[in-house]
């Protein structure tokens, strides 16, 4: 089992910046897809970033330029810098851990809400 603890979110200005954590406890394998997926109010959830274990970047057209997604291996965390923020960015943040053993295992946080004001 694996246990995702999400940090850092909040209420916001337009053009501001945030910060989001994401730790991860339990049984992580060596090699695994860690991301943000966020649900905005009224709409499905949608991959923000996702980066691998080696380091393999993949961002939503939406935030590419703006968000930047990071990882320290040795702490199994995983980072997203949030900049120049828009109203459209106020949803739910979700982490994400997708490992393949026997067969994949996906794990979510319990997500923390992001709000943008204009």
């Known amino acids: 089992q694996v246990h995702l603890v999400e940090s850092g979110g909040g209420l916001v200005q337009a053009g501001g910046s945030l910060r989001l954590s994401c730790a991860a406890s339990?049984?992580?394998?060596?090699?695994?897809?860690m991301g943000w997926y966020r649900q905005p109010p009224g709409k499905q959830r949608e991959l923000v970033a996702a980066?691998?274990?080696?380091?393999?970047?993949n961002y939503a057209d939406s935030v590419k330029g703006r968000f930047t997604i990071s990882r320290d291996n040795a702490k199994n965390t995983v980072y997203l810098q949030m900049n120049s923020l828009k109203p459209e960015d106020t949803a739910v943040y979700y982490c994400?851990?997708?490992?393949?053993?026997?067969?994949?295992?996906?794990?979510w946080g319990q997500g923390t809400q992001i709000t943008v004001s204009s």
């Open positions: 994400n851990l997708k490992q393949s053993g026997i067969r994949w295992y996906e794990y």
């Open positions: 980066i691998t274990s080696g380091g393999t970047t």
């Open positions: 339990g049984s992580i394998f060596s090699i695994n897809t």
